[in-house]
């Protein structure tokens, strides 16, 4: 082998280096553009799923703040919107409940209210007076 054949052969392997060195340089930048692509998608789904976990908590919040509020005001209409804005709510059983107690004590109330007016129609009223005579 002469010199000059060798000097073509080191040329053309160095050159299939450099090439081979080019293509995979561009195999890495594209596969370092794939992985940070995938990441990306990642992390905007791991996003979605917080804010919807988010809004499930602040559905919960509503729920506990509307409940709490609905104690506070204690009224069979204060139960009653309760029930309708939370059908499925974690103090829809509490609110039935006590709705129903609310219901008894009025009947009861009415009960007790008719008896009082219809003994005062069948008892004499006598007027006594406050001074001493």
Same mark, same amino acid.
């Given at each position: 082998?002469?010199?000059?054949?060798?000097?073509?052969?080191?040329?053309? #392997?160095?050159?299939?280096?450099?090439?081979?060195?080019?293509?995979?340089k561009?195999?890495?930048?594209?596969?370092?553009?794939?992985?940070?692509?995938?990441?990306?998608?990642?992390?905007?789904?791991?996003?979605?799923?917080?804010?919807?976990?988010?809004?499930a908590?602040?559905?919960?919040?509503?729920?506990?703040?509307?409940?709490?509020?609905?104690?506070?005001?204690?009224?069979?209409?204060?139960?009653?919107?309760?029930?309708?804005?939370?059908?499925?709510?974690?103090?829809?059983?509490? #609110?039935?409940?006590?709705?129903?107690?609310?219901?008894?004590?009025?009947?009861?109330?009415?009960? #007790?209210?008719?008896?009082?007016?219809?003994?005062?129609?069948?008892?004499?009223?006598?007027?006594?007076?406050?001074?001493?005579?």
């Amino acid at each position: 082998m002469n010199k000059s054949s060798l000097i073509v052969s080191v040329v053309i #392997a160095l050159l299939g280096i450099f090439v081979g060195l080019y293509f995979a340089k561009n195999a890495n930048d594209e596969l370092m553009a794939y992985r940070a692509e995938q990441q990306d998608l990642l992390l905007e789904e791991q996003n979605e799923i917080k804010g919807k976990e988010a809004s499930a908590a602040v559905t919960l919040d509503t729920d506990s703040i509307d409940w709490l509020t609905t104690l506070t005001e204690n009224t069979a209409k204060a139960y009653r919107e309760y029930l309708e804005q939370h059908a499925d709510g974690k103090h829809v059983n509490e #609110a039935r409940e006590i709705l129903l107690t609310i219901a008894s004590r009025v009947e009861q109330r009415a009960v #007790a209210s008719s008896e009082v007016s219809a003994e005062k129609d069948s008892v004499e009223h006598v007027e006594v007076s406050d001074t001493i005579q």
